[in-house]
């Protein structure tokens, strides 16, 4: 890059609501403060717009300590130890949950001064009522010492919460206007966008994915939880994701659903492992080389427990669709999350594969369009001899 590329780069940063979902945005963010990649810009929705006043601020360590301790008590007014029943009666009865402990929160670990004093360009959205009138507010368009009361109104996620007031006006979140706003960014001048998405309530404009330039879209495959339950355990599983996901996005490491160190597998042997990885729930949570990867996958196999009579009766099937079909109903009659009848169909597939190469039924482009995840998992285990 030359230098004037240098002077006139901007690089956005847009994070997008999703409520306790939020946590992963930060290991984003970690990543990025790793790569030493310079943030001049940052914007958000919602949660996003919260964690957008942090990265102003600067202090990504800080914040990671803040998520980690975060329970839903400690944001809504909710009583210790309340129940997902509990949460819902309160929208009920209140026509949405209160947000006095969040404001409290924001109180406390947001400095209105550090954030207009930092340099970045920063903006949020938010949603005013009654006409549902989207609102894209910068800095210069939030008066002095009003910052947070913005924030919680771009947080106000009615109407599991309640609408949030300022100055006789009612605001709700503002995901509903615009739940990742990267167009924000770009009339702003940015030149790169790095994007999170949390796939939170509200719709993101595909022609503003497909049509930015130099965009960074980071969005996980796995479910990152609901958004309204803050959960300590699942908050370090998803910001640990985040942090992945964005080494992958900058191609620090390969990989889908699993991350993979720089040069394990080819492309398409990556492929095959990804989907075999799915396939088998193996931890995403892991940077895998070749040997760790094929030793965790030989472990997994070797301890399943396989019912033969499953297995035969599948296999004797005469269509694809029919097969197809009876992994479905396995699976539905042991649990919608359970792997094990999408495990049946890949073995299945590695045996009839192996038996009849080319001519099998799942060498067809129909098996490739139907179960395209299961035929590459059973190419894998075939060509590493897996399975006999």
């Known amino acids: 890059m030359n230098e004037i590329d240098i002077k006139t780069k901007r690089t956005a940063l847009v994070m997008g609501g999703g409520g306790s979902r939020g946590a992963y945005e930060i290991g984003v963010w970690q990543a990025l403060k790793e790569l030493g990649i310079r943030i001049d810009m940052v914007y958000g929705a919602s949660v996003g717009a919260i964690n957008a006043a942090m990265v102003a601020q600067g202090d990504v360590d800080h914040t990671a300590d803040l998520w980690k301790e975060m329970e839903t008590d400690m944001v809504f007014d909710m009583a210790p130890g309340s129940k997902p029943i509990d949460y819902v009666k309160e929208i009920v009865v209140n026509q949405g949950a209160g947000t006095g402990p969040l404001k409290e929160l924001l109180t406390k670990f947001i400095d209105e001064e550090k954030v207009r004093s930092s340099g970045l360009d920063f903006g949020i959205t938010a949603v005013s009522l009654p006409n549902f009138e989207g609102h894209y507010l910068r800095l210069k368009d939030i008066p002095e010492g009003r910052l947070i009361d913005y924030i919680m109104a771009s947080a106000s996620a009615f109407p599991a919460l309640q609408a949030y007031e300022i100055d006789g006006v009612s605001y709700i979140d503002g995901g509903y206007t615009d739940v990742l706003p990267i167009g924000m960014a770009v009339e702003d001048g940015a030149t790169d966008v790095i994007a999170v998405d949390l796939n939170g309530y509200g719709s993101v404009s595909r022609d503003v994915l497909e049509n930015t330039p130099n965009l960074i879209h980071i969005k996980s495959r796995e479910n990152l939880g609901f958004q309204l339950i803050f959960d300590r355990d699942n908050t370090v599983r998803i910001m640990k994701l985040g942090y992945l996901d964005c080494f992958k996005a900058f191609g620090i ?31 995403s949570l892991i940077i895998y080389t070749r040997q760790i990867y094929l030793d965790r996958i030989s472990e997994l196999i070797n301890s399943d427990i396989r019912n033969a009579n499953k297995l035969n009766k599948l296999i004797n099937l005469k269509t694809l669709k029919e097969m197809i079909a009876f992994a479905e109903e396995e699976k539905l009659q042991e649990g919608i999350r359970d792997t094990k009848a999408e495990k049946l169909l890949c073995y299945a597939a590695a045996e009839d594969m192996r038996k009849n190469g080319d001519r099998s039924i799942f060498m067809t482009r129909t098996a490739m369009r139907m179960i395209p995840k299961v035929v590459n998992a059973a190419k894998f285990l075939i060509k590493f001899e897996l399975v006999r």
Do not use: P, R
């Open 253 to 283: 490491v390969d990989g889908d659903y699993l991350s993979f160190s720089k040069g394990t597998f080819d492309k398409t042997t990556m492929k095959m492992a990804d989907n075999l990885g799915e396939i088998f729930s193996m931890d």
